[in-house]
Nanobody, 128 residues
Framework: QVQLTESGGGLVQAGDSLRLSCAASGRTFSTSAMGWFRQAPGKEREFVAGIRWTVGIIYYADSVKGRFTISRDNAKNTVDLRMNSLKPEDTAVYYC?????????????????????WGQGTQVTVSS
């Protein structure tokens, strides 16, 4: 089993920055990717950023490109999401996700499908 523990989040003003962190523990040897998704009230969960665990290939949603940065620490099994220039529309519950499967070219790591484990979510609220 894999457990994901998130930290960070909170209430900030537009233009501010925040950093989210996610630590993975347990059976992580087959991890092929970790990522962040978010869900705003009344909306579907959407992809934010993802990173291939071994090769470090990174994916971003268009809405966060240039503002958010995802990074990983393989030794610590952690993934961070640095969020700059936050906007009110970034307000959502942010979820860390992990793919406890070996890499497959058939996986689309920008979609929820390949991710097998999810964190409990952390609230990010950006006031205008």
């Amino acid at each position: 089993q894999v457990q994901l523990t998130e930290s960070g989040g909170g209430l900030v003003q537009a233009g501010d920055s925040l950093r989210l962190s996610c630590a993975a523990s347990g059976r992580t040897f087959s991890t092929s990717a970790m990522g962040w998704f978010r869900q705003a009230p009344g909306k579907e969960r959407e992809f934010v950023a993802g990173i291939r665990w071994t090769v470090g290939i990174i994916y971003y949603a268009d809405s966060v490109k240039g503002r958010f940065t995802i990074s990983r620490d393989n030794a610590k099994n952690t993934v961070d999401l640095r969020m700059n220039s936050l906007k009110p529309e970034d307000t959502a519950v942010y979820y860390c996700a992990l793919t406890a499967r070996y890499y497959s070219s058939s996986y689309d790591y920008t979609r929820p499908g390949p991710y097998t484990n999810w964190g409990q979510g952390t609230q990010v609220t950006v006031s205008s």
